[in-house]
């Protein structure tokens, strides 16, 4: 995954460059020896694996292929991917030409070779669909994703936005749709005199037709949802994934307001509210915007009042399950928004980096920062990474009037506002070479520099093109200048509002941060404005499963034999998750759009510490956050572990970090006060001192044993010889008994780590063995009660001897297990399962359903089954 000194492209990045970025030859039939193709050798509609290679013999239709990563294979035509671009030079060439073809045909030399300079080398990398499409086709958009107006509320409506989706979706794009214009659920449809299935069940419908378009085709169909804070399905919107099937191919945010911001704060009740379907306009006035119906003077209906605090802890139980929903403060948001006085931002895209108006686009690009390091200087190369960003805002612009627009709509706004997001990759690496821990106190005022600067280059370009070419048509200097984004801007840096005033500006937003995670990859440098996920990882793709070093990294280890990195090589999780938001809040500050930043968080993350996370972004200015808890999802596209391990492996603990050293607290004290809020780390609470506090790596074996509500994989981890920690993954994320698998763990986590006194292992045996519940799986030796009791037969086998927790690191887990602990034979039909009826006479007992998790476990007609999901233990 490196880019050497003649930018040819290595192994998972050559990969990503030819499936995605290079032009391809759609008719493979063209296929010679010779070639170099991708040649799918896993033909899997969710997995599937690719690989790279040279096609050394063809009979007919089929061909022998040999793989860069060694051997052969035999295949078809129809399996390869055949491209006309082998080498990024010859990409490069294609685009920049292309985006100097709309330049006045004086200028178009001059430009082709300025797009070429930054082009090489990777110093800028274009979005995914500029990449694919420039010069290459006519039909192909140039524009990574779309937000679409709000649906009508009414069938034709929903339907018309469908096909809108459908076809941007199609040609490569993603979409962002607000709900809120959708009448509630059990509302009342006069027209077919009956009531709406409400907002949430549409959303299923758009999630399900994206799913059919990532079946259909190569490429992952991408869809954010939303809705306002204030619709009455507000509730079911936030707790929609956690019932398996109904959302399953969207990303879902929640827009908030600053009203109830406030009334979170102050602990007050908060209206659910909807327009009046059976006011006069309403199937033509009513568009999503509760504010302009509300202003008209139009009639609205309050559906139900609740206390904004539970609202608040419902979204935050959610995100910290299940990493959903997002928040986005949609009304800080506009007030910051240079489009604020003519078009509204509704919804973001899909990653979350752009919010959009109705028909607005993504038009992007990122710097690829760590190209601008002055080794002499150990310094940012500040005059060429200005020369960069100056001519990247150009080539940006011109993406608006080169690309094809399939809806007149579109056209019409972003020819209107040319809005265009300019962003970077490779912040990581770059301040691993100047040795700044990212999240320190110098870092948050290294970044308020790195981005001041950038942002100011880029206006100044911005403004430059527009003496040469006009201001987009809705500028108005005036108000244009009052938004909240600008009025910092001025104030930082005069020079920007005087050209402004002077020359007008021609993009209503130049900035961007968007995640850049298959670019970043391609060119192997850090992706966005992310730390490293890790040094060394494993990835999941429609490429296939590819295990990654990070070559900055793997450089130092090849020079520093033995040693540990030093404490600025900082991946995603050795952060704590306050600093992912500080740093975002940092770099918010000079980005005009929005971001897509993670903060990750460990496994053992609380609720409360992400309401705190949560509560902190809206305090530090960000438009939005989002939380990641590790392994709060089955699956990762990024892991530490590859899949062998993942099989018989629960989450492991994440190493607990220090706080870095402060640096001088003026230069900290100023960005405190501009951004209104302490980005400084503070101390972590201290533990008592018996409390025994984790170190960073821990090692220990993983069981796996059957249990009453399915395969439960058992963690325990040794400290100092003796059992100190247990995880346990059992049941679907985001299901009681998943919730409550892992508080058992977390207790007994605690418990073995607390204090020395007496036989804490057996201590803990005593209590849990034997406990039993509705059902047992198993006979004998073998048989479980519950999952305590699985815990319990674990714990045993464990603490034995050291000899066998020895053997057990290098043996299969289950192996090793006696019969006691051992996975048990295949569950037992419910008629031969000793426990399924012992309840049969209390009709009212619910127990937790093994198909669903839920709660709903409860006798009808003499048989257990599930209100939730209809499972039942007689079938």
């Known amino acids: 995954m490196v880019t050497t000194r003649n930018n040819r492209l290595e192994g998972l990045s050559e990969k990503i460059f030819l499936d995605r970025y290079a032009w391809k030859n759609a008719d493979t039939n063209?296929?010679?020896?010779?070639?170099?193709?991708?040649?799918?050798?896993?033909?899997?509609?969710k997995f599937p694996t690719k690989e790279v290679g040279e096609v050394i013999a063809r009979r007919g239709s089929d061909v022998t292929v040999k793989l860069r990563s060694g051997g052969t294979i035999e295949s078809s035509v129809e399996k390869l991917t055949l491209t006309v671009e082998k080498t990024p030079e010859e990409m490069w060439d294609r685009l920049a030409g292309a985006m100097a073809s709309v330049e006045k045909e004086?200028?178009?030399?001059?430009?082709?070779?300025?797009?070429?300079?930054?082009?090489?080398d990777w110093k800028l990398v274009p979005g995914g669909r500029i990449a694919a499409g420039a010069g290459a086709s006519e039909e192909l958009t140039l524009f990574n994703c779309y937000v679409i107006p709000s649906p009508k509320d009414s069938r034709g409506g929903i339907m018309e936005t469908l096909t809108e989706m459908t076809e941007i979706m199609a040609r490569g794009g993603g979409v962002g749709i607000n709900l809120s214009?959708?009448?509630?659920?059990?509302?009342?449809?006069?027209?077919?005199?009956?009531?709406?299935?409400?907002?949430?069940?549409?959303?299923?419908?758009?999630?399900?037709?994206t799913g059919l378009i990532e079946q259909g085709g190569s490429r992952r169909g991408a869809l954010m949802l939303m809705i306002n804070d204030w619709h009455p399905d507000l509730l079911d919107?936030?707790?929609?994934?956690?019932?398996?099937?109904?959302?399953?191919?969207?990303?879902?945010?929640?827009?908030?307001?600053?009203?109830?911001?406030?009334?979170?704060?102050?602990?007050?009740?908060?209206?659910?509210?909807?327009?009046?379907?059976?006011?006069?306009?309403?199937?033509?006035?009513?568009?999503?915007d509760l504010e302009k119906w509300r202003s008209n003077g139009h009639p609205v209906i309050p559906y139900k009042t609740v206390r904004a605090r539970d609202v608040w802890h419902t979204i935050i139980e959610s995100a910290w399950k299940s990493a959903e929903p997002g928040v986005v403060f949609m009304e800080y948001y506009n007030q910051m928004s240079n489009s604020w006085y003519f078009n509204?931002?509704?919804?973001?895209?899909?990653?979350?980096?752009?919010?959009?108006?109705?028909?607005?686009?993504?038009?992007?690009?990122?710097?690829n920062l760590s190209k601008f390091y002055d080794e002499g200087k150990d310094d940012v190369d500040w005059n060429e990474l200005g020369r960069v960003t100056r001519w990247s805002v150009r080539f940006l612009d011109n993406v608006i009037d080169k690309t094809p627009y399939h809806f007149p709509e579109n056209e019409a706004n972003q020819q209107n506002e040319r809005r265009v997001g300019l962003g970077t990759m490779g912040l990581a690496e770059l301040m691993i070479k100047l040795g700044i821990r990212y999240g320190s106190p110098e870092s948050l005022s290294f970044l308020d520099k790195l981005y001041g600067f950038i942002a100011r280059e880029s206006y100044l370009a911005s403004s430059e093109i527009a003496s040469e070419k006009g201001s987009f048509p809705a500028f108005e200097a005036e108000p244009y200048l009052q938004s909240g984004f600008m009025q910092n801007m001025v104030e930082e840096y005069p020079e920007v509002g005087d050209a402004i005033m002077k020359s007008g500006v021609r993009n209503v937003t130049v900035l961007t941060q968007a995640p850049t995670g298959s670019t970043g990859t391609m060119v192997g440098t850090s992706t966005g404005i992310e730390p490293y996920f890790a040094f060394e990882y494993f990835r999941q793709s429609r490429l296939g499963f590819d295990k990654q070093l990070v070559p900055i990294a793997q450089e130092w280890i090849d020079a520093h034999p033995g040693q540990e990195l030093p404490d600025y090589y900082v991946t995603s999780m050795s952060l704590s998750a306050?600093?992912?938001?500080?740093?975002?809040?940092?770099?918010?500050?000079?980005?005009?759009?929005?971001?897509?930043?993670?903060?990750?968080?460990?496994?053992?993350?609380?609720?409360?510490?992400?309401?705190?996370?949560?509560?902190l972004a809206f305090d530090l200015g960000c438009k939005g956050v989002t939380i990641y808890r590790d392994g709060s999802r089955d699956v990762q596209v990024l892991s530490t572990s590859s899949k062998d391990e993942k099989k018989d492996e629960a989450a492991a603990a994440v190493a607990e970090t220090a706080t870095a050293a402060a640096v001088e607290t003026t230069t900290v004290g100023e960005l405190n006060a501009t951004l209104n809020a302490d980005v400084t780390p503070q101390q972590e609470q201290v533990f008592d001192k018996e409390y025994k506090r984790r170190p960073q790596v821990l090692r220990g074996a993983t069981y796996k044993v059957n249990t009453p509500f399915g395969m439960a994989y058992i963690t325990i981890n040794d400290?100092?010889?003796t059992p100190s920690e247990i995880f346990l993954n059992v049941g679907k994320a985001g299901s009681d008994v998943f919730a409550m698998a892992e508080a058992l763990g977390r207790v007994c986590s605690l418990f073995l780590r607390y204090g020395d006194h007496g036989n804490k292992v057996k201590l803990l045996v005593k209590h849990l063995k034997g406990i039993g519940g509705s059902g047992a799986i198993g006979f004998g030796a073998n048989?479980?009660?519950?999952?305590?009791?699985?815990?319990?037969?674990?714990?045993?086998?464990?603490?034995?001897?050291a000899e066998e927790a020895a053997a057990l690191y290098a043996e299969p887990a289950a192996a090793a297990l006696p019969a006691a602990a051992a996975p048990a034979a295949p569950a037992l039909a419910a008629g031969n399962d000793a426990g399924a009826h012992a309840h049969a006479g209390q009709s009212s007992s619910r127990d937790l359903c093994t198909s669903c998790g839920s709660a709903s476990l409860i006798n009808i007609e003499g048989c257990k089954t599930c209100s939730n999901c209809g499972y039942s233990r007689c079938n």
């Open 344 to 367: 509204p931002i509704i919804c973001t895209n899909p990653c979350g980096e752009q919010g959009l108006p109705a028909w607005g686009v993504c038009n992007l690009s990122a710097i």
């Open 106 to 120: 004086e200028k178009r030399k001059e430009w082709t070779e300025r797009f070429r300079y930054i082009l090489d």
């Open 719 to 721: 400290m100092n010889g």
């Open 783 to 801: 048989r479980v009660e519950s999952i305590a009791d699985a815990v319990a037969k674990a714990l045993e086998t464990h603490a034995e001897t």
């Open 30 to 45: 063209e296929t010679k020896v010779g070639d170099v193709v991708l040649v799918l050798t896993k033909d899997d509609p």
């Open 578 to 615: 306050k600093d992912h938001i500080r740093v975002q809040a940092a770099i918010q500050r000079w980005v005009d759009s929005s971001i897509s930043k993670t903060a990750n968080a460990p496994n053992d993350f609380t609720v409360e510490e992400t309401k705190e996370l949560y509560e």
């Open 237 to 288: 919107f936030i707790t929609v994934k956690q019932t398996m099937g109904q959302v399953t191919n969207a990303n879902l945010s929640v827009c908030v307001s600053n009203g109830f911001m406030k009334a979170v704060k102050e602990d007050l009740d908060w209206e659910l509210v909807f327009p009046d379907t059976k006011a006069t306009g309403y199937d033509q006035l009513w568009d999503g």
């Open 181 to 209: 214009s959708l009448r509630p659920r059990r509302a009342i449809v006069a027209g077919v005199n009956g009531s709406s299935s409400g907002a949430v069940s549409w959303g299923g419908l758009f999630s399900y037709t």
